[in-house]
């Protein structure tokens, strides 16, 4: 049995060796990290439409900015006129404001509910409770009997290769590609906030309340995010890191995990170490 998972991890990594991803911040990048999430792809879209709106705006108030210093200063036009209200220029200048105000909640409100409607339950692939706590996070999978295991980051001094300093977690959330999650989300103690910026979730972890996202991947790979809401003194130090894999090792995974949470655990290593040896050998 045990042979036959480890050769089904060996092909999957195979196939997989192209696909990976890292969600995570690169240095002296510009702008969201690239999407993973269908979320994600509506905000980057929502967010480029405002960029274009601002853009058009701040080029028409430089034009007649430009245009009145230059053709009305004392110089070019000594005799100023003395009028004083122009009703045309009013009109305009109170209902352009008012459309493209229009315009940009219309695709606002779309995407508030896009992200707020759960998905029915019978297309929920997996759901995964994250409880906050001072200062890392615990993960439980109620449908595959997982009881929660503790998420805690890689101290500085023992950063390994591959791993991301004050990034990398010694378990990380581990969820199937192009399945849909349902993340429950609460605090046992204060109030923190999970959030991925690659799939466009940040949700706050509220001690006695249980907040509920939803998201699904369409990238094999690693992304990585923090704690969003100031918490306490090791605010800064309890990332979340999340593996998204195939289903089939996803399974795998578990299977082993529900029996011995390091036994998941060193499933998931053997996968990766697979693949990197894999996408060494491709280069
Ligand atoms: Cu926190």
Known sequence: MRFLTALAIAWFAAASAALARVGAPADGALGFQEAATSIMREVTSFHNLLLVIITAIVLVVLALLLWVMLRYNEKANPEPKKFSHNTLVEIIWTAVPVLILVVIAIPSFQLLYYKDRMPPEGEIDVTIK????????????????????????????????????????????????????????????????WAIPAFGIKIDAIPGRLNEVWFRVDHEGTYYGQCSELCGLRHAFMPIEVRVVPRDVFDAWAA?????????????????????????AAR
Request: negative net charge; hydrophobic residues 40%.
């Open 130 to 193: 994250a409880t906050g706590y001072q200062w890392n996070w615990g993960y439980e999978y109620p449908d595959h009997g997982i009881s929660e295991f503790i998420s805690n980051m890689i101290p500085d001094d023992e950063i390994g290769e591959g791993q991301l300093r004050t990034l990398s977690v010694d378990y990380p959330l581990v969820v199937p590609v192009d399945s849909t999650v349902l993340l429950q989300v609460t605090a046992g103690d204060v109030i923190h906030a």
């Open 256 to 280: 082993a995990a529900a029996d011995d949470p390091d036994e998941g655990l060193a499933l998931l290593a053997a996968y990766e170490t697979d693949r990197r040896e894999l996408r060494l």
